[in-house]
C-alpha cells in the first residue's frame, strides 16, 4: 500500500489567513470552469461566499 501525503498550506497576514486550502480549491475550480459561478457550484460553495 502506498503512503499519501499531503500538505495544507495557509499564508497569513498579521492574523489573518490571507490563503488557505479553501482559496487554493476556488481558484483551481475557477480556472477549470471560467467562471466564479460555475467554480462555486463545482466545490459546493455559495456564489457570495466564493
Request: no cysteine.
Amino acid at each position: 500500500m502506498k503512503p499519501d501525503l499531503q500538505f495544507r498550506l495557509r499564508l497569513y497576514r498579521d492574523e489573518v489567513v490571507a490563503v488557505g486550502p479553501g482559496k487554493v480549491t476556488l481558484l483551481e475550480a475557477i480556472a477549470r470552469t471560467g467562471s466564479i459561478s460555475a467554480a462555486a457550484r463545482e466545490i459546493n460553495m455559495s456564489y457570495r461566499r466564493a
